[in-house]
């Protein structure tokens, strides 16, 4: 089971009531927050989730509403008690970012690795999730992320069987071991059917539509994505800051054919996202204005 | 008339309902910000105040829950368009501390300038505002500010007279200028009875009780001090920690015989401040427990 909580969603500023756009993940008891701009840190404690098992943060860019919240949270997982390494994962200059900021955190009870992402695309495996790091096009460097939970195959006693894999090692390899014994290699594979389809979600913010978001997001069974403007004759300002409308957004869930939308990263002169959401239900109509905290836990398919 | 919104109430970390300790000054256009931790700029829109006309922020120390909202600030500010220069004050470092959160903040429509404190007390007259800068007694350099409007004493004809001061000049030296004229010099003291009262607010977070707050307190019409700790029992801490009890800090009121004190800057463990009020007011009555953004104008004395 995946849970997810999208913290905040709004863009640019936090406004009283409305977090900057941040979301965060729990799974098998470790957890992943993509994005934490000013106030994020008060978000997570108004939703009741904990700091202290906070492994990994992927930044998306270095803009201030998606980074500012950062000593905050260094600080208080710090007051959490964690020992155990922070992952970062970000543009190339996350490294000279994040150490520039701490200067009012410069001591923290535990250590910070990074992760510079270079590629356009880049796969990173971290505490059971399959993060796929995409870049999109802002006005600086900036990436998407996919968040998947892969599902093995059914064990397959037949196939176990067929490719001689002894009784002994059954269990083993379906748990995912990989076993060298008797002068031979055991591998998963030899005994399970064929993968399962896992958990996906699929973030992205502050970009055009990209290709690199249809490919990603293909196959999501939740697609967050940035809706910096709800009218349709905003798209001039859409292309010249590099966002998006409502309807683009919801063009890009239909063309990835994704199981759901939620619109997030409000422009702070949008009061009420919902009253757009005719218009984008036309184009993808399991599309949500997500409000602050809009929360699900995505299970494996029965 | 001096303005002024303690914008928020916590220690340490911003919780849900409860910003960290900031305080904003308005004095004939002009703002003045002492502090600003995460989330400041929130509470700034919740009070509904601008960010065009900031033009000084006091620091009083480099501890996350006193600057972490910074970049936030300068981001809302050039948002508001604002291009005047904005000055920074603060201890020894403050430059290097600035210009490293400015990383996620670096291209501003104003420039910014410092004034680092190296005294043990320091004397700034800028926008109207006279501020006293004193060392008070933290784990790290922290000072305490006092914040003053001056009042000029009344027009003075005898006084005027006796002086020998042209009529002509009369108008000019009682708005407070300096006239060189008919080879004379001409001060605004040779027309004006003795400075009235003005109005003073003093204000100091993360520290001991010293006698520097007792000296830069005096005469103060508010006192707004912290009170990270309720119970009496907790002096341990207050010391470990260099922090205050409520009762200390009533002390400090008693002994620099303000008019009236507000307690700030509580431990995210004190939930109902106001249970404390009793043993509190024993010592100084005209004491009160601040919620966020209590406000007060203050005027000169008729």
Redesign the interface.
């Known amino acids: 089971m995946l849970d997810l909580c999208l913290l905040g969603t709004g863009g640019?500023?936090?406004?009283?009531y409305r977090w900057l756009t941040s979301l965060m993940f729990r799974y098998n008891g470790s957890s992943l927050l993509v994005d934490c701009g000013?106030?994020t840190?008060?978000t997570i404690?108004?939703k009741g989730w904990s700091f202290r098992p906070l492994d990994v943060i992927c930044i998306t860019h270095?803009?201030?509403d998606h980074?500012?919240?950062l000593?905050?949270i260094l600080?208080?997982m710090a007051?959490s008690d964690r020992k155990e390494p922070l992952l970062m994962i970000g543009p190339k200059g996350l490294i000279?970012?994040v150490n520039?900021?701490r200067?009012?955190?410069p001591e923290l009870p535990f250590d910070i690795e990074f992760i510079e992402l270079t590629q356009t695309q880049q796969h990173i495996e971290t505490h059971g999730y399959h993060i796929d790091a995409f870049r999109v096009n802002h006005k600086i460097t900036c990436y998407g992320y996919s968040i998947s939970i892969p599902r093995a195959g059914l064990f397959d006693v037949e196939k176990a069987k067929a490719n001689e894999v002894p009784l002994k090692y059954w269990n083993r390899l379906q748990k995912g071991e990989i076993i060298e014994a008797d002068g031979q290699l055991f591998e998963p594979s030899m005994v399970l059917g064929e993968p399962r389809k896992g958990i996906k979600v699929t973030y992205t913010t502050d970009t055009r539509p990209t290709n690199s978001i249809r490919q990603n997001a293909k196959g999501s069974d939740l697609f967050i994505c940035e809706g910096m403007y709800g009218e349709r004759g905003d798209i001039n300002n859409a292309v010249k800051y590099k966002h998006m409308t409502f309807e683009e957004a919801a063009g890009l869930a239909r063309d990835a054919g994704v199981k759901e939308l939620w619109l997030t990263h409000y422009s702070p002169a949008i009061n009420h996202p919902e009253i757009f959401m005719d218009d984008v239900r036309r184009i993808f109509p399991n599309a949500h204005a997500a409000k602050d905290r809009r929360s699900v836990e995505l299970n494996f398919e029965e």
């Open positions: 640019m500023m936090p406004l009283p000013e106030g840190q008060i404690r108004e270095f803009h201030g980074i500012s919240g000593p905050g600080l208080a007051n000279r970012v520039s900021l200067v009012i955190a």
